[in-house]
């Protein structure tokens, strides 16, 4: 019973969010992310170079980065390969035996290696609570909010925010770092999430919210956040940008541009699109953003 091929499907966005009954904000003292069974097993079913695939990578990178920044605990969440059938349990008869095809496919993948503060859960059930630490690992670091992200959303994902859910953790189902079997069962998982146990944001929504405050109330912006900002408009990986070369030519056009401009304009920065376009490198960026302070009474100079 080996997982069926999973034909490309547009990544949900933030038009097409179910409205939450809840209002819950995710907050970088209470929450840890989960990063659910991004495994080369289960990744192998998609076709990797069309949608939701890229997306999928390059916005859970950037959770997980934006995460790590702020000293907010990231889990992996990962299946064994090789189980028994006690181990297996019921789940032998809906899906097989699980991960197999050797060592390598049970590995998380490249693009999202683990690192060493990171901590890795081995994971028996659909839910990421079952059979796990994991309900033990937010208590003790004091947390009662999961951000989780991966695959599949209408399996583990949905049934690990509802068991959250059930442990009094809000969960939040970040819409555009998930990926599904199809975008019907994809956005069947966060329509059930926003009426019964989650909320459901976008990426940047779960990363403008986890944004620190300065102390005029304004959030802050770091180096590190303006390259993962600028990496995720690219789809490109950030280390791969260079701080010295024109993003122009690197493929950042008018429209992209023009929302780091709103993006960066919403955490306190007063900075123009033809500033950002006339000086587009990230060195330049950074002498005029970092720290992103108000330059009341101050013009650019030309």
């Not at 297996?88 to 809906?94: I, Y």
């Not at 009662?144 to 690990?160: E, F, K, N, P, V």
Request: with cysteine.
């Amino acid at each position: 019973m080996a997982l069926p091929a999973i034909a490309p499907y547009p990544m949900p966005g933030a038009a097409d969010l179910p409205k939450n009954k809840v209002s819950w904000t995710p907050d970088p003292q209470r929450a840890v992310l989960l990063i659910h069974d991004m495994q080369r097993y289960f990744l192998n079913a998609f076709n990797a170079q069309q949608s939701p695939v890229p997306e999928l990578l390059a916005n859970i990178r950037a959770l997980r980065q934006h995460c790590a920044s702020l000293g907010i605990p990231v889990v992996y969440s990962a299946q064994p390969g090789g189980q028994t059938p006690e181990q297996r349990g019921l789940q032998l008869d809906l899906w097989g035996p699980g991960v197999s095809g050797g060592p390598d496919l049970k590995q998380i993948v490249d693009a999202l290696a683990p690192g060493p503060d990171d901590i890795f859960l081995t994971k028996w059930r659909y839910s990421a609570f079952v059979k796990t630490d994991l309900l033990d690992i937010l208590h003790k670091r004091g947390r009662d909010q999961l951000i989780i992200c991966g695959i599949y959303a209408h399996i583990g994902c949905l049934q690990t925010a509802s068991h959250a859910f059930m442990h009094d953790v809000q969960a939040f189902l970040v819409a555009d770092a998930l990926g599904d079997f199809s975008l019907e069962q994809h956005q069947l998982a966060l329509n059930y999430a926003a009426r019964l146990c989650a909320v459901t944001a976008t990426t940047q929504q779960v990363i403008d919210a986890l944004r620190p405050q300065t102390a005029s109330g304004a959030q802050s912006l770091s180096r590190q956040q303006m390259r993962e900002d600028v990496a995720e408009v690219l789809l490109q990986p950030a280390s791969e940008i260079g701080e010295g070369e024109n993003l122009l030519e690197r493929g950042l056009d008018s429209i992209r541009l023009m929302s780091l401009v709103e993006r960066w304009r919403g955490t306190g920065a007063e900075i123009t699109f033809v500033e950002l376009a006339e000086r587009p490198t990230l060195t330049d960026w950074y002498a005029l953003l970092v720290p992103a302070t108000p330059r009341a009474n101050s013009h650019h100079p030309s």
